[in-house]
């Protein structure tokens, strides 16, 4: 008689073995992308409504919704580059200027390309101009810098050279490279020196004082910038004048009068990261944030605390653009500098705008002000950006003058908006797990058409989607809805949204995105809410 022996089951260091026991799954959640885009967090650091991408959506206070397209608004006759932008704005008057290395155009209301728009000031040395406004009992004047031509001046209705500035050197009016106006007198920066100017008070022209800042710019290099800062909101008494060298030293004087060593006295040297250009620097609220190599340093934190290699770049850890610091500082260092930082007030968003280059292409910064998050732009290479009544202007490498967040399309041409969010474990670290069902909720007034997808272990890449979302030409909303097609009785409200899609995705950490496809004549409204996707853990990874 043969003796049968119960079967054993293997061994396994994975713990407690079963037969037949089936796989659970569970819905993970990931909130609406309020925090913006997020790249330097890491594995153990991931925020819940982040996203790690966040590409043509601008960030709102609930999260993000896609951008416009842009329109071709105008064309330099000389087809080259569009190196600055600026404006005239007083009263009623406003004017757009954009500015090529040979000339400026008035870009108000310029012929509708192909046809070209012909310069108002031409033979020009250079493109790269700073543009500040001064009133006086003789009217608004726009004062212009570019450090190769003489200063040119904008009084409303035509541009000259005069009133000329003399000088007690050798210096010229073509060597001041930047200017700003401090307790209504001008200052004004030389090239490639530590030597500041400065004219009488409510004076747009005559004599120049030399101020220098050799002794107190211990590291050398050359003025850079500058500009008026209050310790308060708003100009006061506590009115700073600000000079910034090449090398991040800030030398901050408080008084009126520059001739007079007991009124106009130093306050304090400080150091910042190198700064990205001399138009580099916007005023947000009370403060003023300055693009340096090391982040958006705002100026309130530049008294509170400085910068030392020892310590390990304090001002960084408080820059305002530490959210994308990774990104940031790849930009950075494939540029080194003419970067142009312009508010959007209007939206509440500011554009960083820096040159084109091969490490990082195609990209524009966009931060909203009231929260201070993130988000990128691609598919417009701009220059630069200024606005005018209310409306994006931006100017591109080709000569031509852009109007951004409009319509539906890039000059006829889709465009393509990716959100994904940070990436999270489905259980504990190391255990492994996939996805299998994305289930995500948009505010819109148009249904979208949208691709969901899953990533896993900080995949970034998002799947190709052709399938294009047109925004609604009966809508009743103002200067949306097109003329003679738009219902007076539309949808002018956002309605909500959802969709199901199955997704592939296996690993230690997973995140969930979306793409969708802008095109037609209207501009989107569409906004990301919140997501879940179903997820099956599996077990720890080796």
Not at 75 to 82: N, P, R
Not at 209 to 234: A, H, N
Not at 339 to 365: C, G, H, R
Request: charged content about 15%; hydrophobic content about 40%; glycine content about 12%.
């Amino acid at each position: 008689m043969t003796r049968v022996l119960p079967g054993r089951l293997p061994l396994t260091n994975r713990g407690q073995a079963s037969i037949g026991r089936s796989q659970t799954s569970h819905a993970v959640t990931f909130p609406a992308p309020k925090g913006g885009l997020v790249t330097t967090a890491d594995m153990a650091s991931q925020v819940p409504g982040s996203a790690s991408v966040l590409s043509n959506f601008l960030p709102t206070l609930t999260g993000c919704t896609i951008r416009g397209g842009s329109r071709k608004a105008g064309l330099a006759a000389d087809g080259s580059a569009i190196r600055s932008a600026f404006k005239y704005k007083y009263g009623s008057n406003e004017k757009l200027f954009m500015a090529t290395a040979s000339a400026i155009y008035n870009m108000t209301a310029p012929a509708a390309p192909p046809a070209t728009t012909a310069a108002e000031v031409s033979g020009l040395n250079g493109g790269d101009w700073c543009a500040f406004q001064h009133t006086t009992a003789g009217g608004s004047f726009l004062v212009c810098l570019n450090g190769a031509d003489p200063r040119r001046i904008y009084d409303g209705s035509s541009w000259a050279t005069t009133p000329a500035i003399s000088f007690s050197d050798a210096t010229t009016m073509a060597q001041l490279n930047y200017g700003w106006l401090f307790k209504n007198r001008e200052f004004f920066l030389k090239n490639a020196t530590l030597d500041a100017y400065y004219l009488p008070v409510n004076a747009i022209g005559g004599a120049a004082s030399l101020f220098p800042l050799g002794g107190v710019m211990k590291k050398g290099g050359s003025l850079l910038t500058g500009f008026s800062w209050s310790l308060e909101s708003g100009d006061g008494l506590s009115d700073l004048c600000v000079f910034v060298s090449t090398e991040g030293e800030i030398a901050v004087y408080a008084g009126s009068d520059p001739s007079s060593a007991s009124d106009f006295a130093l306050k304090g040297v400080y150091q910042i990261g190198k700064p990205l250009g001399k138009n580099a620097w916007i005023r947000v609220g009370g403060d003023v944030l300055i693009a340096t190599t090391d982040g958006l340093t705002p100026m309130s934190q530049v008294f509170q605390r400085d910068f030392h290699q020892r310590e390990g770049q304090a001002l960084a850890q408080v820059s305002v653009s530490r959210p994308i610091e990774d990104d940031w500082r790849q930009a950075a260092n494939a540029t080194g500098s003419g970067w142009t930082l312009k508010p959007w007030v209007e939206q509440n968003l500011v554009f960083v705008a820096f040159p084109d280059n091969s490490v990082v292409s195609d990209k524009t910064f966009v931060m909203n002000v009231l929260t201070g998050r993130w988000s990128t732009i691609s598919n417009w290479r701009a220059n630069c950006f200024e606005t005018l009544q209310g409306g994006l202007f931006f100017g591109s490498l080709d000569g031509y003058c852009w109007q951004g967040d409009s319509g539906g399309t890039d000059d006829g041409l889709s465009f393509t908006a990716t959100y994904l969010s940070q990436f999270m474990p489905a259980g504990q670290f190391g255990q492994r797990a996939a996805a299998s069902l994305a289930h995500m909720y948009f505010r819109a007034k148009t249904k979208p058409r949208v691709q969901l997808f899953a990533r896993a272990d900080f995949d970034r890449t998002a799947p190709p989607f052709d399938r294009v979302t047109e925004g609604n030409t009966a809508s009743p909303e103002w200067d949306v809805g097109l003329w003679d097609v738009a219902r007076w009785d539309g949808v002018s409200e956002r309605l909500r949204y959802d969709f199901r899609q199955n997704v592939r995705a296996a690993g230690d950490m997973l995140a969930v995105g979306c793409v969708i496809t802008s095109g037609g004549a209207v501009k989107l409204d569409i906004a990301v809410d919140l997501a879940t996707m179903q997820v099956s853990a599996g077990e720890g990874s080796a």
